[in-house]
């Protein structure tokens, strides 16, 4: 901890200069998780008067712009996902209105959120954050089935979140992943591209309990569908039953089974996280679509090896041999994975203190945050300079 406090007292003094920041978010998944992590980590900086809006979950009219369409849906073209994110941005720009007159900066994560709000942005210092772009999203919804008409029909979206990123002052992307595609489908150039890997406030390391029976492999994700869930039940079934215990962290249902504990009931930050992970031998999070991935940090916080499947910016995060292994999206290899590492404790051990040793010196939010902070105070700078 103290070479981290070493790397937030040695950053320029300019970061402490801040004022008033109007930070907006959608709050969806594992931003959710971000913002926290971001709230936490400036309640070290009380010079910075920081606002949270996040946006509010939607209301009946919300509800039906953003319904999906019989038919047109199978053929991924009724354009769902940006009906949603445009009356969700309408809907935010209204709250908007009474927030802005006392705001030196804006921060919006992500685009979505601030889809219809290019105006607001191109009249004041702003920053528009994101962990993937619509067209890597298009093609990562959980609930959807990607098919040829999904490039074109996101085209239109396209169109709308190019409008937001040429409106912000700069643009930040979570991982070099969503950094290439910003440069590529977006025209963001260099000159206003900035990457930072938000990250998590880790908590102090859980002391690790002597096993008591069988060891315990863990997995927390919302969605059994978006992060692999599902195939780490199969693979449980098939190959680890009587081996070890999974733990499944969800908001699906799930019928408990033997071997089998469900918990439906945590939260961001929830207190209860480090015991869990103090008493996991393995995290699994076998995802094929997640964009970065605030649960493999947390495991990894905790000293915990990760078990992954190697997709977008996951690599980024997970040192595959070192902190944690990569897998083909298998069921049969996601226990083999799992098995191994549950078979070798001095192996698991050493990807654990490496996959911690790695969130202290590249995730740690007080670090991350500040680095944050510096951007808006360049946001501001170039806004008054008129910088393009």
Sequence with gaps: MSQVMAQVSALPETVRARSRVLFVNENLGGHATMHLALRRALEAHPEVNAEFLDVPWPGRVRRVVGASVPGLARLDLDLQALRYQMAQSVHLRSLLRNRLDHVDVVHAYSQHAVLMCDGVLRNRPSVVSTDCTTIQNAHHLPYRTPTRFTARASRIAQR?????????????AQSEWAAESLRATCGVTDDRL???????VPFELPRRRRPTGRPQVTFIGASMSRKG???????????LRGVCVLNLVTHDRVVPEPGVRVFHDFVPGDARLPGLLADTAVFAFPSEID????APLEAMAAAVPVVATRCNALPEIIEDGVTGLFVDPDDDALAAAISALLA???RASGMGAAGRQRVLERFDARVT??????VLEEARRRFAGGAP
Excluded: C, M, N, Q
């Excluded at 709308?160 to 930040?172: G, I, M, P, W």
């Design 194 to 200: 900035r990457v930072i890997p938000f990250g998590i």
């Design 291 to 294: 964009t970065f991935g605030y």
């Design 229 to 239: 869930g599902w195939r780490l039940l199969r693979a449980y079934r098939k190959h």
């Design 160 to 172: 709308l979140e190019r409008r937001v990123f040429e409106s912000a002052t700069l643009v930040v």
């Design 344 to 346: 070798d404790e001095e």
């Design 369 to 374: 945050t500040l680095r944050l902070l510096d």
